[in-house]
């Protein structure tokens, strides 16, 4: 590999706070080096469209961008570049087109910030067309193997406890069951995180089976108790009782998790004869300014990712292990999904705290 003059970054997969700062991070720390940033926009696209969809990020025009949520580059979490169906009906590959792109822009190196999918798809791309690549993890529900922290995800879980606070008080003047759904397509930890923070009487994750009689009498008991109003929050990947995932058709045919909230609410309703409501956060999870938490993590990512390729170290995730920045073979990154573990610590405290988690 020659002199690095200039490197690009994108972010891919779904938006979330902190996704500027971590561009901003790449783009300060190049500058020290003497090298230029393209920032790419629309993801993997920008690159495959004529002409090339990319801007010169310059420190100064970065500068202001820590606080701001979403990512001012776009991004997109749909397809991939590997079979792209045009307008005509026929499977084009773009890898060629992406190529081209990367020429025209005369780059050395990409820094991609993305989820296990996005850097999946990233990593076998750059991989066919040759360029050194450094992947930065980002994804509210926090799965990415390999790291502690991923961007986005503590403002998530400030965002779903400010709703729980919210919720407990409509819930105890009207003496109601406040079912709060929160995103998580694979694993529970929003729904774990914001629950023990929020005060939560029951919370639902999908790495534990519920039964729906051990919630309904968690909820009886507190009435029992003079209590009459309960406060769960429940991922939106948890089934019905009887191992459904419940799901919503979106515009498109789009099938989406979602409903799982509504779901419980009618069960709870007739099993305990208490008032139920149901809130779903959505996208509200992913927008807003990004925690000071978010913005540390995704500065120090967008550091560590330059100096990554600075020294010559590619096919790498930077991660967040045990309060410091490590890199990890990006393979290792995206072997499996971060579930919820059995033995979290987290699940300890919320048992020892009393909360039902629908198992016993």
């Known amino acids: 590999m020659g002199e690095i003059k200039r490197i690009g970054v994108l972010t891919s997969g779904g938006d979330c706070a902190g996704l500027n700062a971590a561009i901003r991070g790449v783009v300060m720390r190049a500058a020290s080096y003497g090298w230029e940033v393209m920032g790419i926009r629309h993801g993997t696209e920008g690159l495959t469209r004529q002409p090339t969809e990319a801007l010169l990020l310059t420190p100064d025009k970065v500068e202001r961008w820590l606080t701001l ?3 001012l580059l776009g991004t997109i979490n749909r397809g991939q570049p590997f079979q792209v169906t045009l307008p005509d009906g026929t499977v084009h590959d773009r890898t060629l087109d992406f190529a081209e792109g990367c020429r025209e822009l005369e780059l050395s190196a990409i820094v991609g910030i993305g989820g296990d999918g996005s850097l999946k798809i990233l990593h076998d791309l750059m991989t066919k067309v040759g360029l050194p690549f450094v992947g930065i993890p980002k994804t509210i529900d926090n799965d990415v193997a390999a790291t502690e922290q991923s961007i ?5 879980v400030n965002i779903a406890t400010e709703a729980l606070d919210r ?3 409509t819930a105890a003047s009207h003496d109601r069951v406040m079912i709060l759904e929160v995103m998580g397509r694979d694993a529970g930890h929003i729904a774990l995180h914001a629950g023990i923070a ?3 009487h029951v919370i639902l994750i999908p790495e534990i089976p519920y039964k729906l009689e051990v919630v309904s009498q968690a909820i009886r008991d507190r009435q029992a108790a003079g209590k009459a109003f309960s406060v769960v929050i429940v991922s939106e990947a948890v089934c ?3 191992g459904d995932v419940v799901t919503q058709t ?3 045919g789009e099938c989406r998790l979602g409903g799982i909230g509504q779901y419980l609410a009618q069960e709870l309703a007739q ?3 208490a008032e139920t409501r149901v809130t779903v956060l959505g996208h509200v999870q992913r927008g807003g300014v990004p925690s000071p938490l978010d913005r ?3 500065s120090a990512f967008g550091v560590e990712a330059v100096d990554l390729i600075a020294r010559g170290e590619f096919d790498r995730v930077v991660t967040w292990q045990q309060r410091q920045v490590v890199s990890v073979p990006i393979l290792e990154a995206i072997s499996h999904c971060r579930i919820v573990d059995p033995g979290d610590t987290l699940l300890k405290t919320a048992r020892g705290l009393g909360i039902c988690l629908g198992d016993q």
Do not use: E, K, N, V
């Open 69 to 71: 949520g979403g990512t």
């Open 152 to 156: 986005g995800f503590d403002t998530a």
């Open 167 to 169: 919720l407990h008080f």
């Open 198 to 200: 929020g005060g939560a």
């Open 240 to 242: 019905t009782s009887g």
């Open 250 to 252: 979106q515009a498109f």
């Open 271 to 273: 099993s305990t004869g």
């Open 296 to 298: 540390l993590i995704a």
